[in-house]
């Protein structure tokens, strides 16, 4: 009994130290390796391409691998180019039709307090003109606050814009130099003392690289095409744009498509066309679904977690890094799992 009781207590002293020691890394030592971890995937991609065309045209490896690099980050430049010329275009027609927006917002906003008037026994008029005074209030308040708005994170900005293009520099020229180095990278970690905890952490984040990114692109994808179908089928003149930036904007954490769809569906609603929010509402519904299923049973299948530890973990994650912990957490839960399992079979 004795005994057992000192297992039990080396398992719990075991996986707290782990968890800790995980908990300790992710926050404070994962952003520090961000750009490196990047630029070795990027490596990773680029080195099968160029290795083939170091062994055809007899360049160097590290010629083949900068070219590849090079188009890689201009081909990604040039879709968010792409996208954002598309993006204020859209916009700038929009502006320009402003006016007309404007008149039927009028309408619809006279028509309902004329309803809420007749509805409370009010004057007629007086919900309009409470309306108006306050948003007047707060169109006041909001430019008198968004120049010093401005003004006090126009730096903040600045210094954000630099050190992404910093990153982003860091990523390219280091994927470069990792091509390169790979083999160098490989007998490092073999011989290091630590090498069965790197292989380890590598296999796990490789695991969930891939999971990710691959259940991130499907469901996007899938989004995309519901939601620029749905949109045309509803006579939306804008449905293929509409699509592919409510498709990216779901694969964000913290927006998805209730960002768009929400707000959408009730204006639909006290606009009378309710046909056309049914729509909404029936897109919303199948896309939100879509991605509850898919995320937890495509990520957890590819990961070796279940859907309910993968639910979890991605709660846990939530509570302690925030919208990064839909992904840290799943990632932390296979680190802690594969290090307890590795230190139990040693002792």
């Given at each position: ?191 290091s003392v630590f090498r069965q905890e790197i292989a380890a952490i ?146």
């Amino acid at each position: 009994m004795k005994r057992k009781l000192t297992e039990k207590q080396r398992m719990a002293l075991l996986v707290t130290g782990i968890t800790a020691a995980v908990y300790v890394s992710l926050k404070y030592i994962l952003p520090l390796v961000i750009p490196f971890l990047l630029a070795y995937w990027v490596a990773l991609l680029v080195r099968p391409a160029s290795g083939w065309l170091h062994k055809k045209l007899w360049l160097k490896e590290g010629v083949w691998a900068s070219l590849l690099v090079t188009a890689l980050s201009a081909a990604l430049l040039a879709g968010v180019y792409y996208l954002g010329e598309l993006f204020l275009e859209q916009l700038f027609q929009a502006a320009r039709r402003l006016p007309l927006y404007v008149r039927y917002l009028d309408g619809w906003l006279d028509e309902l307090c004329c309803r809420c008037d007749d509805c409370f026994g009010l004057a007629r008029g007086t919900s309009l003109d409470f309306l108006y005074t306050q948003c007047q209030n707060v169109m006041e308040n909001a430019g008198s606050q968004a120049g010093a708005y401005v003004m006090g994170n126009s730096m903040g900005l600045f210094k954000g814009l630099i050190k992404g293009g910093a990153v982003f520099a860091i990523v390219s020229i280091g994927s470069v130099l990792m091509v390169t180095s790979m083999e160098r990278i490989r007998r490092y970690r073999n011989t290091s003392v630590f090498r069965q905890e790197i292989a380890a952490i590598t296999e796990c984040l490789s695991k969930i690289g891939k999971a990710f990114f691959r259940t991130q692109i499907l469901i996007m994808g899938l989004t995309c095409l519901i939601c620029g179908a749905g949109l045309h089928l509803l006579g939306n003149s804008y449905a293929v744009l509409l699509g592919v930036l409510i498709g990216l904007l779901d694969a964000l954490p913290v927006f998805g498509t209730g960002t768009v769809f929400v707000p959408w569906i009730i204006f639909s609603v006290f606009s009378r066309r309710f046909a056309y929010a049914a729509g909404l509402t029936a897109i919303y519904i199948l896309c939100y679904f879509l991605r509850e299923v898919l995320e937890a049973r495509l990520m957890g299948g590819h990961m070796g977690i279940a859907p309910l530890e993968m639910l979890i973990s991605m709660y846990i994650g939530l509570a302690l890094f925030g919208v990064t912990g839909f992904i840290l957490g799943p990632f932390a839960f296979m680190v802690i799992r594969e290090l307890v399992e590795l230190y139990r079979e040693k002792h």
